[in-house]
């Protein structure tokens, strides 16, 4: 899988971000996407392969896999990354719907065009709450798919065409682990993140506009 996109949108975003915003950014590209392309994806590649019961039943080994691992854990962190990712598109596009903006009336309608204001603004904290409501939806769903965040070195399996309860074994479980955790532990930071922005955003323009009520009151 080419994840040059994902890279490009992520840098696209990190112009119009605020500091906090950045800070994600550099935690989804470094601490996830990096580690994912470089490390974890590689660790799972053969994870069917990989993964034996003491019995040779045809089909046992396959249907216990399909039952404890309905989908494939870095398949799951792909489409997480795409998708927490992709409501930065939504910042993306405002700021080039402002520029064609002014291009097409061919005068400066905004002081500048990636300015967090108005229209702007409120596309931004809605970027931040499907980003926060993906982040958690994934890992209320990981938690559901495989009964917890954890790798366990052997399951029992009883499911047809097993002939009786087999002992399936899991390859490199603790190095499993391992990601497993680093993985969740920067999927949970980046949804303290993201809510920590939308707190600061929403102070920072209510402190505003109180200040500009107040300072209209005084004229």
């Avoid at 799972?44 to 404890?68: A, R, S």
Wanted: glycine share 4%; with cysteine.
């Amino acid at each position: 899988m080419s994840w040059v996109f994902l890279r490009d949108l992520l840098s696209g975003v990190n112009k119009y971000s605020t500091g906090i915003g950045r800070i994600w950014v550099a935690v989804v590209f470094i601490f996830r996407l990096l580690v994912y392309v470089a490390a974890a994806e590689n660790i799972w590649k053969h994870e069917h392969d990989e993964f034996e019961c003491n019995i040779k039943q045809p089909g046992c080994e396959n249907v216990c896999f399909d039952h404890f691992f309905p989908v494939s854990h870095i398949r799951f962190w792909a489409l997480q990354l795409i998708m927490v990712s992709t409501p930065s598109l939504l910042v993306v596009f405002y700021v080039a719907y402002r520029e064609n903006r002014e291009k097409h009336h061919n005068q400066k309608l905004y002081k500048n065009p990636g300015k967090i204001d108005g229209g702007l603004l409120c596309t931004y904290l809605i970027s931040l709450i499907l980003k926060t409501g993906l982040e958690i939806v994934f890992l209320v769903l990981f938690y559901k798919l495989y009964n917890g965040f954890k790798i366990p070195r052997l399951v029992k399996c009883d499911i047809k065409p097993c002939p009786s309860t087999v002992d399936c074994y899991i390859s490199k479980p603790t190095e499993k682990m391992i990601f497993l955790y680093f993985l969740v532990a920067t999927s949970c930071l980046c949804v303290v993140l993201n809510l920590s922005e939308l707190s600061y955003l929403i102070f920072k323009y209510s402190t505003k506009c109180y200040l500009k009520r107040h300072m209209k009151k005084q004229r």
